[in-house]
């Protein structure tokens, strides 16, 4: 999505990738509240924005519950284009069409894992941001064993992941600043979405006691970054 995608790694995102990892979200409330719980684990609840860039933006989720003026979408698969564009974001499957400083925050939420070339994205989503804007990352920590199949292509279509050191070293070498980099543990996110109709405080801090108490099934890295002083 930096640059123009392999034309195989796209036919990969179809509408059946939508029909199965997005099964739920037609559900407007299930959507709305997935991607309130997903910003909250990253820090962005209840804030405003002038510009907001999401790279990977899939259905406009996680867009959809922030507020900003100007909200880009950046995505490979035309369903994502129909929906976000229904929404009124401006949509585009490439970097290249989004202009150079024009966002207050870049989210990359599960979206660096699935390209082609992870240090040419973040080079390129660096070049996006405003001077004193800030990068939300959350990739996939990998513990499983080796595939049953390892002739199938999986589901979810990952090609790369990260532990926290190589993660911090690809941010390092790609001219990014670390604010912040914490461990979540994703395990039994969706079933305490109803604990945010209670509060985002009693949301959080189940999230965190799972994340410190349970097996690190499915962990995900969550990296606060700003942009470096020069380029690397």
């Not at 199938?152 to 990014?176: A, Q, R």
């Not at 109803?194 to 006691?209: C, G, V, W």
């Amino acid at each position: 999505m930096a640059k123009k995608s392999n034309n195989s790694l796209i036919a990969r995102y179809d509408a059946s990738y939508y029909d199965k990892v997005y099964s739920d979200f037609d559900n407007d409330e299930y959507a709305r509240c997935w991607a309130i719980g997903s910003l909250a684990t990253m820090g962005l609840e209840n804030k405003k924005y002038s510009a907001v860039l999401e790279f990977g933006a899939g259905l406009g989720q996680n867009l959809s519950q922030i507020q900003a003026e100007e909200k880009w979408a950046v995505d490979i698969n035309p369903q994502s284009k129909l929906v976000c564009e229904a929404k009124g974001f401006k949509w585009t499957d490439s970097l290249e069409s989004v202009p150079n400083g024009m966002a207050d925050i870049v989210i990359a939420r599960h979206s660096l894992e699935h390209v082609s070339s992870p240090y040419e994205t973040l080079l390129a989503l660096r070049q996006k941001l405003k001077p004193e804007g800030k990068m939300f990352l959350v990739v996939p920590v990998e513990t499983g064993g080796i595939p049953k199949s390892l002739t199938d292509y999986d589901e979810h279509c990952h090609l790369f992941s990260w532990t926290p050191m190589t993660m911090k070293n690809l941010l390092i070498v790609t001219g990014w600043q670390i604010e912040t980099m914490t461990l979540h543990n994703g395990l039994l996110f969706i079933r305490s979405l109803f604990l945010l109709k209670i509060s985002t405080a009693i949301f959080l801090d189940f999230r965190n006691l799972i994340t410190h108490f349970g097996p690190l099934k499915s962990a995900e890295i969550i990296a606060v970054c700003v942009p470096g002083d020069s380029d690397k």
